[in-house]
């Protein structure tokens, strides 16, 4: 389970607040991601970065935003732009090259008081 | 745009016997289709893959088939156990890219 790690586990924030979440990986991977997961809906991709300083919009980016200034680290910013953000968010991580297997994090969820 | 369709939602089974969950995909560009399990509260992990130039890959217990003509993948779980009890989730890639568009997941509950 290692290598992939995401703080913090529970988070809780009032309406109107930015919260940063946080995804760092000692994998020496490349590309990193991060999706959104709601009951009976899967998971949804938010971001992705396949190098650093680098990074594209998924399918659900409105209010979310993500910077990638480190190969480790690929923090996601919840705006008070985002109508509902209570979720819980995945964070992954892939080799690069021609590796396909994405590596998840263990998850934060995510609360709005 | 593109989706992937997954059946059934929940699925319960007697220990010991086989379990089977499908998913259709619409990207007749997609070349590689993953399966997750995600145990309660834990993080999604790989159990098993399989890319368009296989028809088929069994580990163990655990296979999956893929028909790329109908565009349906299938995981089949064999002597099934209480332990793979979880929500399972298949993807597919978005063409040739290493983005991967999931299905909504199956609950699979095994009955001891």
């Known amino acids: 389970d290692g290598g992939i790690t995401q703080s913090p586990k529970y988070l809780f924030r009032k309406e109107g607040q930015n919260v940063t979440l946080s995804c760092e990986q000692n994998l020496n991977h490349d590309a990193m991601y991060w999706y959104r997961q709601d009951p009976g809906q899967g998971l949804r991709l938010i971001y992705y970065?396949?190098?650093?300083?680098?990074?594209q919009k998924g399918d659900i980016a409105e209010g979310y935003s993500v910077s990638r200034e480190k190969k480790e680290s690929f923090p996601l910013t919840v705006t008070s732009a985002q109508k509902n953000p209570t979720a819980f968010y995945l964070c992954a991580s892939r080799m690069g090259g021609g590796g396909n297997e994405q590596f998840f994090g263990p998850g934060t969820r995510l609360t709005v008081l | 745009g593109e989706n992937v369709e997954q059946h059934p939602s929940t699925l319960s089974v007697q220990e010991g016997d086989s379990a089977v969950i499908k998913c259709t995909y619409s990207?007749?560009?997609?070349?590689?289709f993953p399966w997750y399990k995600q145990e309660l509260g834990k993080r999604p992990q790989l159990i098993i893959d399989?890319?368009?130039?296989?028809g088929e890959k069994k580990d163990q217990r655990i296979a999956v088939t893929l028909n790329k003509t109908a565009k349906h993948f299938s995981l089949h779980i064999t002597e099934t156990q209480p332990e793979d009890s979880a929500v399972y989730f298949c993807?597919?890639?978005?063409?040739?890219?290493?983005?991967?568009?999931f299905g909504t997941g199956t609950r699979l509950k095994v009955l001891a």
């Open positions: 399989i890319r368009s130039n296989v």
């Open positions: 990207d007749s560009a997609s070349n590689y």
């Open positions: 970065s396949q190098i650093v300083n680098d990074f």
């Open positions: 993807a597919a890639s978005l063409g040739g890219t290493y983005k991967y568009i």
